[in-house]
């Protein structure tokens, strides 16, 4: 057998199943973390969040990850009913991604009169909001890949 020369020589080739069942907790997760900061209707920094926005993501979510697993677990028997709750799951995970990206929206700069008074840590949060969002998008990504080239 050759030995690998290329970059798969360093670095290991994560199976794409085992990817999306990482990414399944991962954007779980995110969406449990959303909710319980925001829960009150905004953060401790000050700003605001659409209550419909913020059910959506929460609801749509916990649907997701409820309807992919379910999916991800039951062995696939050719049955359409099973490819449709594929299917279900990601419509829902593409929906958590995009109301989490407007989610993203509360970290814009507001106009007004006290628009700059924050303290050091609305930097981390924006961070956090980030890596959470942006990797929920970027799990949908991967799920769809995964569904549609038959690795789950």
Do not use: C, K, Q
């Amino acid at each position: 057998m050759a030995t690998p020369t290329g970059p798969e020589a360093h670095f290991p080739v994560v199976p794409l199943s085992l990817t999306v069942y990482v990414l399944t907790a991962f954007a779980t997760l995110v969406v449990v973390v959303t909710r319980r900061r925001l829960r009150a209707g905004g953060d401790r920094h000050g700003h605001g969040v659409s209550s419909l926005v913020l059910g959506v993501h929460t609801w749509a979510g916990l649907a997701a990850a409820v309807l992919w697993t379910v999916f991800l677990l039951l062995p696939y028997d050719g049955a359409v009913w099973h490819s449709l709750l594929g299917l279900a799951g990601l419509g829902l995970w593409w929906t958590t991604s995009w109301f989490g990206l407007l989610l993203l929206g509360r970290w814009l700069p507001s106009r007004g009169r006290h628009s700059d008074d924050r303290d050091a840590g609305w930097f981390v949060g924006l961070g956090l909001s980030l890596l959470g969002h942006l990797g929920l998008a970027a799990s949908a990504v991967a799920f769809t890949w995964g569904y549609l080239t038959n690795a789950v």
